[in-house]
């Protein structure tokens, strides 16, 4: 795992437990001010599948917060940012509910995951709008990384993602 400028984990800003269950913040402006959020997504992934290597690009380009809020993912980050001194650098953390925990994602930084749990469910946090026009990224198979168990498949989109190589190739 190596580090990326950028990218930020940090705790969620507050969570409280008593007998009725718990109740969390999963986002306070006083701890991530450099998101000021336009759109909110939320996925639901099955065990074993993949979800990525995506990023936005021109205009669209965002940094997002990205948390797992049921379950548990592997998930990835690659640094596809020419100028950056951690460019092509890969970091993977393991996301869970009981962590706490979200990432901070900036522009230029594909982003995917991998299910470790039935039905896991991410939330995304974006500074800009979505636009499918504008919408890239890499095949997650072509990364030479271990997925920390079989891979039972990808979307035809993401399949159809160049590789990494053919993607720096027309950088």
């Known amino acids: 795992?190596?580090?990326?400028?950028?990218?930020?984990?940090?705790?969620?800003?507050?969570?409280?437990?008593?007998?009725?269950g718990e109740f969390t913040k999963i986002f306070s402006e006083s701890v991530t001010p450099y998101l000021a959020i336009q759109e909110i997504f939320l996925s639901s992934t099955?065990?074993?599948?993949?979800?990525?290597?995506?990023?936005?690009?021109?205009?669209?380009?965002n940094?997002?917060?990205i948390a797992c809020l049921?379950?548990?993912v592997f998930d990835v980050l690659l640094d596809l940012r020419p100028k950056s001194r951690t460019f092509l650098n890969i970091y993977?953390?393991?996301?869970?509910?009981?962590?706490f925990q979200a990432v901070f994602v900036p522009i230029g930084v594909a982003h995917g995951f991998q299910s470790l749990k039935k039905n896991s469910k991410m939330i995304y946090l974006s500074d800009k709008t979505y636009n499918a026009a504008?919408?890239?990224?890499?095949?997650?198979?072509?990364?030479?990384?271990?997925?920390?168990?079989?891979?039972?498949?990808?979307?035809k989109r993401d399949s159809c993602l160049p590789t990494?190589?053919?993607f720096i190739s027309k950088l």
């Open 1 to 20: 795992m190596h580090e990326i400028e950028g990218v930020k984990i940090f705790k969620f800003p507050h969570t409280k437990n008593d007998k009725r």
């Open 46 to 61: 099955k065990k074993g599948m993949i979800r990525g290597m995506h990023f936005q690009t021109g205009l669209y380009e």
């Open 63 to 65: 940094n997002r917060i």
């Open 70 to 72: 049921d379950g548990k």
């Open 92 to 99: 993977t953390i393991e996301l869970t509910n009981k962590l």
């Open 134 to 155: 504008f919408d890239t990224g890499v095949n997650p198979l072509s990364l030479e990384l271990k997925w920390p168990m079989r891979v039972r498949g990808i979307s």
């Open 164 to 166: 990494l190589n053919t």
